[in-house]
């Protein structure tokens, strides 16, 4: 399989820029990334003075790729470790101090995109197929004191998870916050077209864009 179907994206940027900007987050803490990727997020936690970095995903290839990556960062104090599974299950009862991810979130019960593999972008008819059940499992894993951060389009209900968060403890800001453009394929593939979502997928000309944060999830 071509590493390409990895290839990171402007939602990976924006965890990348968090990551530089908050250092203290990072340095000699524990951190994990779900559905991991190109594994770049990861590694710049690693060479941020991480303590731990943990990494999942569903796809095999993902874990080999990033494990190759890793083997050639400078060698550190950071203790590596690849998961396979599908959100939190292959974590057990384990917490960490900082935890990342770039879900499949797009509104959407089916797309393919060339290049792609089929679970990079499909987030069910409403796009929290994979957003809500990461959502649940925070309070279960996300340690005293923790950070949660994952990209989250705007147009998929940012209110919606501030209540979920809200009930469970936990508490939300948004930051980052940046404009993609969205292709002709995801524009046609959306529940309810271009036009229903709001301000935060809005058209110009023949272009259409959709509004993107970070969502960073701590106690309350």
């Known amino acids: 399989m071509s590493i390409g179907v990895f290839s990171p994206t402007e939602y990976t940027t924006m965890l990348l820029g968090f990551l530089q900007e908050n250092v203290d987050r990072v340095a000699d803490r524990t951190v994990c990334e779900i559905g991991t990727g190109s594994g770049v997020v990861a590694m710049q936690a690693s060479l941020l003075g991480a303590r731990s970095v943990t990494v999942s995903d569903v796809e095999r290839d993902a874990l080999d790729a990033v494990s190759a990556s890793f083997s050639r960062l400078p060698q550190g104090s950071t203790d590596f470790s690849c998961l396979l599974g599908p959100l939190w299950q292959p974590y057990g009862i384990r917490s960490f101090d900082l935890i990342l991810a770039n879900l499949p979130h797009f509104p959407t019960p089916s797309l393919t995109l060339p290049g792609r593999l089929p679970t990079w972008a499909m987030g069910g008819a409403d796009g929290r197929k994979l957003l809500d059940p990461f959502l649940e ?84």
Do not use: M
């Open 137 to 220: 499992g925070l309070s279960e894993h996300l340690a005293p004191g923790g950070l949660a951060v994952c990209t989250h389009n705007r147009f998929v209900g940012i209110e919606q998870t501030r209540a979920y968060l809200r009930a469970r403890g936990l508490s939300l800001q948004t930051c980052r916050e940046t404009i993609v453009h969205l292709s002709p394929l995801k524009v046609s593939a959306l529940t309810h077209g271009a036009s229903g979502y709001g301000e935060d997928v809005f058209t110009l000309g023949e272009h259409v864009f959709g509004r993107v944060c970070l969502a960073v999830a701590s106690w309350a």
